[in-house]
């Protein structure tokens, strides 16, 4: 029955359908193409369904191609987290598409029997060994650092660029092993090498001032900076280091040194104070400024000082020896004709070395030039440096004619023939320049004959003679003198060599008397052979 309800209703629809077509075609135009009428009932199973064929394509398709690319972004971000991008270079290697640990480990490797050759311009040469310095390298550190020089989030576009990747080590060495390589070799270098100079001022004699001499450099090695600069190169594992000018040990004072300069204008200031040194008003010397430069120091601090230590040096060595005119040798003539050379003695010049030092000092501070006086510790008659300085006035004895004369003024106003010092024995009497001293005495001024003890002692502590003068005239402190000899029978000749005194000058009693009523004491007197 079911069967037979269905068949009747699609005769009656398709009944429905022919007729409607039927009546659209008859009311189409002639010539106009009629298009079936789309029901959907023309399509078994849509009875009582609404078509879909102008609803919107369904989005699953672009999900699954967003999703597609997603799930490979992400795998390249997780790959380049660990492996180096595309076109990567490490000091000239190419090293795309390695893990970092790989590219590590490779470093690693060469790590193990690393050698640092260190040289510099002036010949110095050192290799660091590794094992030397226990030198070790951070391999997970190293390849962290490959890794952080990329950006994975960005490595679609990073792919298809050059990357140069700048290593980063991390290593370290033993501090004292190296240091103790480092200065046994700079130590053994500098030995031969030349020093640096700091820059500094000298007098020039050509233009007779002071003037800055320059700095030198030198090729010696600051052991320091050698350390500091290889412990960089090992630190980055550098094959090569040449030493960079830091490494050299530079002058400490350059020429355009402010200060420097201005102790050059103070110096130069201070030559202004040359002196004129006199003696009696008379010039004898002159404090140059070759003479002052000598005594002008800069010190550490660049101030200008006078060395006052070698003023007092040269007053009392060098300048006294060429004006002091006691012990010297003299030339002289006297009036009668007779030429002779006398040295030793105790009468002269002598200059106070250390009061000319001070007035030196103190006028060269001042920068002023003046006139000193030179002070004296001992004056003579006249200034006459090598000749005659006692004037015109003394006692001349001749020990090789063993005769004695007072000259005055140009004239012989008393002689006679001596007995001077045994010269057999050695008692010679003492050659020299000497003056008439305080210790003169006579019978007649002291009331009693003057006693002669000996110096010297018999063995039972005896003196080995006693005699008494009645003029004494002493002229080597109060143990050698002329006096008179009443012992004695003759005079002159040859009488000293075997016969004579013990160094005093005998006289016949009257001439001992008459000399005794002429001088006076300070009277110079000379003995010479």
Same mark, same amino acid.
């Given at each position: 029955m079911a069967r037979s309800v269905r068949h009747s209703a699609r005769r009656r629809i398709g009944a429905h359908l022919y007729t409607q077509r039927a009546a659209v075609q008859a009311s189409a135009p002639v010539g106009a193409h009629v298009y079936p009428v789309h029901s959907e009932l023309n399509s078994p199973g849509t009875f009582g369904k609404k078509s879909n064929r102008h609803r919107p394509r369904p989005l699953a398709p672009v999900l699954v191609i967003v999703a597609i690319l997603l799930a490979f972004y992400f795998l390249g971000f997780a790959v380049f987290n660990f492996v180096v991008y595309p076109r990567s270079v490490l000091n000239g290697d190419d090293i795309s598409l390695q893990p970092a640990s790989e590219v590590a480990s490779s470093v690693a490797t060469s790590v193990a029997n690393h050698v640092l050759s260190v040289s510099d311009s002036s010949g110095f040469s050192m290799e660091i060994k590794g094992s030397d310095v226990d030198l070790k390298f951070n391999d997970k550190a190293f390849a962290a650092s490959i890794i952080s020089q990329q950006n994975p989030w960005l490595w679609p576009i990073a792919v298809f660029s050059s990357h140069d990747?700048?290593?980063?080590?991390?290593?370290?060495?033993?501090?004292?092993?190296?240091?103790?390589?480092?200065?046994?070799?700079?130590?053994?270098?500098?030995?031969?090498?030349?020093?640096?100079?700091?820059?500094?001022?000298?007098?020039?004699?050509?233009?007779?001032?002071?003037?800055?001499?320059?700095?030198?450099?030198?090729?010696?090695?600051?052991?320091? @900076?050698?350390? *500091? #600069?290889?412990?960089?190169? =090992?630190?980055?594992? %550098?094959?090569?280091? !040449?030493?960079? &000018?830091?490494?050299?040990?530079?002058?400490?004072?350059?020429?355009?040194?402010?200060?420097?300069?201005?102790?050059?204008?103070?110096?130069?200031?201070?030559?202004?104070?040359?002196?004129?040194?006199?003696?009696?008003?008379?010039?004898?010397?002159? @404090?140059?400024? *070759? #003479?002052?430069?000598?005594? =002008?120091?800069?010190? %550490?601090?660049?101030? !200008?000082?006078? &060395?006052?230590?070698?003023?007092?040096?040269?007053?009392?060595?060098?300048?006294?020896?060429?004006?002091?005119?006691?012990?010297?040798?003299?030339?002289?003539?006297?009036?009668?004709?007779?030429?002779?050379?006398?040295?030793?003695?105790?009468?002269?010049?002598?200059?106070?070395?250390?009061?000319?030092?001070?007035?030196?000092?103190?006028?060269?501070?001042?920068?002023?030039?003046?006139?000193?006086?030179?002070?004296?510790?001992?004056?003579?008659?006249?200034?006459?440096?090598?000749?005659?300085?006692?004037?015109?006035?003394?006692?001349?004895i001749n020990l090789t004619t063993q005769h004695a004369k007072l000259y005055d003024n140009g004239s012989v106003t008393w002689e006679s023939d001596i007995v001077s010092g045994n010269s057999s024995k050695g008692y010679d009497t003492p050659t020299g320049v000497y003056s008439i001293d305080s210790y003169m005495t006579s019978t007649a001024s002291s009331g009693s004959r003057v006693k002669l003890i000996s110096p010297e002692v018999d063995a039972e502590g005896n003196p080995t003679y006693t005699s008494y003068v009645d003029y004494w005239i002493p002229f080597i402190g109060n143990l050698v003198a002329l006096h008179d000899a009443t012992w004695r029978s003759s005079f002159g000749g040859t009488i000293y060599q075997t016969n004579g005194s013990h160094g005093c000058v005998n006289l016949p009693a009257s001439a001992a008397a008459s000399l005794y009523s002429l001088v006076k004491v300070g009277d110079v007197v000379v003995v010479h052979d």
């Open positions: 990747i700048a290593p980063i080590y991390e290593s370290s060495f033993d501090e004292d092993s190296l240091k103790d390589e480092v200065d046994s070799a700079v130590d053994s270098y500098n030995q031969k090498a030349t020093q640096s100079t700091d820059a500094t001022m000298a007098y020039d004699n050509t233009s007779s001032t002071f003037a800055i001499v320059a700095e030198k450099q030198g090729t010696a090695l600051n052991s320091d @900076v050698v350390e *500091a #600069q290889v412990s960089d190169a =090992l630190q980055v594992f %550098d094959s090569t280091l !040449v030493l960079t &000018d830091d490494a050299y040990i530079h002058p400490s004072v350059t020429s355009d040194d402010a200060n420097l300069q201005t102790a050059v204008s103070q110096a130069n200031a201070l030559l202004g104070a040359m002196q004129s040194l006199t003696v009696g008003g008379t010039q004898v010397a002159e @404090v140059t400024k *070759a #003479q002052l430069a000598s005594w =002008l120091t800069i010190n %550490d601090d660049f101030s !200008v000082s006078v &060395d006052t230590d070698a003023i007092t040096a040269w007053a009392q060595g060098e300048f006294s020896s060429q004006l002091d005119s006691v012990s010297t040798t003299r030339n002289y003539t006297t009036p009668d004709g007779f030429s002779y050379t006398v040295s030793g003695g105790t009468y002269g010049w002598n200059i106070d070395g250390a009061s000319l030092a001070d007035s030196i000092s103190s006028a060269i501070e001042s920068g002023s030039a003046g006139t000193i006086e030179i002070p004296m510790k001992q004056t003579a008659s006249v200034w006459a440096p090598g000749a005659a300085d006692w004037g015109s006035r003394w006692i001349d």
